[in-house]
């Protein structure tokens, strides 16, 4: 029997805290026109429907909406992600947090299939995830090939 939905709402931190989103958030697929920075605010703001692994369903599975908010972003570059094109589909592969030695900020790097990235320099981590949707069947499940 399926566990039942429980939506989620998680807060970051810390770079540990960094790698739950990561779990969380694999197999997420956005739109780039899902995706927004507020440099004044120093917030980038992304939208996915993400796959609900936790719930450790049978057949394909359920995806839901889920809205990823990052603060205190100084600066954000794009490498290999479709700018301009909105409707361009990504699918997330991780997230991790390259911190400094000699103090909190670092580097959020958010790694795409097909070699994209989104890197976004931080005063520090603090990022909530939040799912803003009820569930809907997956198509499909996520599939990996593993390398020997």
Known sequence: MAKPYKPLKLLAESGEDVTIFS?????????????SYEPKSHIFRLVFNRFCGELGQRGAGLRVRSALQIHGVLQAQAKRLKQGLDEGVVSLLSISFEGEA?????D?????????????????????????????????????QIDD
Do not use: N, Y
Not at 23 to 35: K, R, T, V, Y
Not at 102 to 106: E, L, R, V
Not at 111 to 130: H, K, N, P, W, Y
């Open 102 to 106: 000699d103090g909190p900020g670092g």
């Open 108 to 144: 959020m790097v958010l790694t795409f299939s097909g070699d994209g990235q989104l890197r976004l320099s931080v005063e520090c981590v603090d990022m909530i995830l939040a799912d803003i949707s009820e569930p809907w069947g997956a198509s499909s499940r996520p599939k990996h």
């Open 23 to 35: 779990a969380a958030l694999q197999d997420a697929i956005a739109q780039i026109g899902d995706f």
